[in-house]
């Protein structure tokens, strides 16, 4: 499974970037995630950040982020 | 009612004796404190539910291709409900070009946007009176149609940095469906956020209205920058471009200068010159921008402010 998280090394992103790893670990399933900072590679998603891309589909983009629980849902539903 | 309540408050809960200067002071500190956090919280939240529908993705697709001039109109008008922040200037600039929004519109929505919002018309209202908020509205919108269209006619696109028009997204953004749920979280977090932020120039802006209120003569910034003196527009507007701050930030100042006799007209200018030119979002844009385009952009908003100012001060 591939998950990445886009944004331009803000707060925010960071704090995503911590919760998707913190919910990859309690899912307990194998899944690289990357943190993508290159306008090219994020502006293929979208203009909004921080954003999430779960195996090449957008599932979260710009603020307030997601619950933990619901960053698990949204990584689930690529399964 | 809110009259009632903050006289309540004053006298009844805080206990202070009726009639005094001190007690009218308080009494009408916090009767105007309600009022505007009132306002402000209640029309972000309804501004922030319309923007969930229009995130930047959407507002591209709505724009691409569209004639100038009518083009125009609607990037000033969607610059108002689009959330936008400088720091994300930079990608949205290239994702407007590259989704085939003319470069005038572009500018338009990127003039609207900081400039004209609901934070600052809820505290031009709050402070200044309907009236004042409207023309506000009006007159920013028209300075981004009027920005935008003209840097259109000019042709400038060969200012624009080489890249910007390389630039190629082979997949199209995607716009994400969300639930009337989560566009009411959204709402709520946006009003929150903001009132957070906000909060504080509120408090001092009133406190000004209410506390250093006849501590300054009256007239003493008209003597020097009323209505007579035509080089206060100019004035204003050259002190209000590198500074950067939002409405909120630049409202304590504006309520002070007006109270003290700065003509409204001339602070609405300051105003506008505040929120739409900073030298950070300048910086910013420099990233896609060459040089003579950013100063054509300057220079543009400068005049058109300015003689916005004018009018303002003919006018009211």
Partial sequence: ?????????CATCEKLVEMVNQAVKELDIYAKVEKVTDIREIMKYTMTTPS???????????????????????????? | MLKEFASYLTHNVIGLEQGSRFSEVIEFFIYDSFKIFLLLSVIIFIVSLIRSFFPPEKTKRLLSNKKEF???????????????????????????????????????????SPMVNEVAVVLLWGFFGWKIASIYIGTGLLVAIFGGFVIGKLKLEKWVEDYVYKFCIEQKQEILKQTFKERLQYAKWNTVQILKRVWLFIIIAIGIGG??????????????????????????????????????????????????????????AFMMAVTALSLPEMIILRRV????????????????????????????
């Fill in chain 1, 1 to 9: 499974m591939e998950i990445k998280v886009l944004g331009y090394g």
């Fill in chain 1, 52 to 79: 999430l891309v779960v195996n090449g589909k957008l599932k979260h983009s710009g603020q307030p982020l997601p619950s933990l629980d619901k960053i698990k849902q949204l990584i689930l539903s690529e399964k």
């Fill in chain 2, 70 to 112: 009518i083009g125009n109109i609607f990037a000033a008008l969607l610059g108002v409900v689009t959330p936008f922040c400088s720091c994300s200037a930079v990608p949205l600039f290239i994702g407007f070009i590259e989704a085939g929004v003319p470069l005038g519109v572009t500018f338009s929505f990127l003039i609207s």
């Fill in chain 2, 211 to 268: 506390f250093i209120h006849g501590y300054v003569p009256q007239d003493f910034l008209a003597h020097y920058a009323g209505k007579g003196n035509p080089f206060a527009v100019p004035f204003a507007v050259a002190l209000g471009i590198p500074l950067y701050s939002n409405a909120a930030g630049i409202l304590p100042i504006a309520y002070a200068l007006v109270e003290k006799g700065l003509s409204i007209g001339t602070v609405l």
């Fill in chain 2, 289 to 316: 921008l060459k040089l003579p385009l950013l100063g054509v952009f300057v220079g543009i908003m400068t005049l058109t402010i300015i003689a916005v100012g004018y009018l303002f001060n003919m006018i009211l």
